[in-house]
């Protein structure tokens, strides 16, 4: 897995630091979390192509983690794009659906498929879960847990002491599907070790110190969490519905991150 931070800026970017947008490279796939303006551009500089992004998760409506989407999927188009592109977010996403389409002239030949989310799991697949859990914003703000799904180990010595060749059955039974030799039935639970947790990445968007936050991201590996302000700035915080870096730091200490 690979961690990619295109931007960390809050409402306005600054001359270092453009507006939110973090990519993820895993499972044969870039996920991005959120699209402000620029990220595209950021992803050149990083030679990160938005052509292999799948999906895209968004946090909130807020023109600072959405105004990025309208350039980066034109520029999917004029390349040539056909591959659908998956689009999640919170109630409210279809409204910038004819933004998408319609932002100025130009072609495109592959489809958007867009999820209005609602809270759990959003995508399940043999490699990961994808969860989502509402937290604390002036508008509807949705945060992320990606959870990786470790195979058990597989004890190599206890399969070759039940009889089997190394080859495709030891395949087969990592991926728990039972194998037949002669007349014995081997299963999975024979040659696997105890179950592993796999990598856990927590992402917040824009959130108030909440408990929603603290049990989606509870034992992350890593939390990615907002802090618009310094704790002496505490009251413009608790105002615009943000979290300090004390909020942010005391979030981790509650849910436990490594």
Do not use: W
Request: negative net charge.
């Amino acid at each position: 897995m690979e961690l990619i931070f295109l931007g960390t800026s809050s409402a306005i970017p600054t001359k270092y630091r453009n507006h939110a947008s973090i990519a993820l490279k895993a499972f044969g796939e870039v996920f991005l979390f959120d699209c402000g303006e620029g990220t595209q551009r950021q992803m050149s500089c990083l030679k990160l192509s938005p052509m292999k992004i799948k999906k895209i998760f968004i946090t909130h409506l807020h023109g600072d983690h959405i105004l990025g989407l309208p350039g980066i999927i034109q520029s999917m188009g004029f390349r040539g794009r056909t591959e659908p592109l998956y689009i999640y977010g919170p109630p409210g996403i279809f409204k910038i659906q004819e933004a998408l389409y319609n932002f100025g002239y130009f072609s495109m030949d592959f489809e958007i498929i867009l999820t209005e989310l609602s809270e759990g799991t959003i995508i399940e697949t043999d490699e990961y879960i994808m969860e989502c859990a509402r937290t604390e914003h002036n508008i509807l703000n949705y945060s992320y847990a990606l959870c990786e799904k470790k195979k058990p180990r597989f004890l190599k010595d206890k399969a070759i002491e039940l009889g089997l060749v190394p080859g495709p059955d030891f395949n087969k039974l990592h991926q728990g599907k039972t194998v037949q030799i002669g007349e014995k039935v081997i299963t999975p639970e024979q040659v696997l070790g105890e179950p592993r947790n796999g990598i856990k990445i927590v992402y917040s968007g824009d959130t108030r110190p909440c408990n929603a936050m603290v049990k989606l991201a509870s034992n992350a590996d890593i939390l990615i969490h907002e802090s618009t302000f310094e704790e002496k700035d505490n009251d413009k915080a608790i105002k615009t519905c943000h979290s300090t870096s004390k909020d942010a730091a005391d979030i981790a200490e509650k849910s436990g991150e490594k």
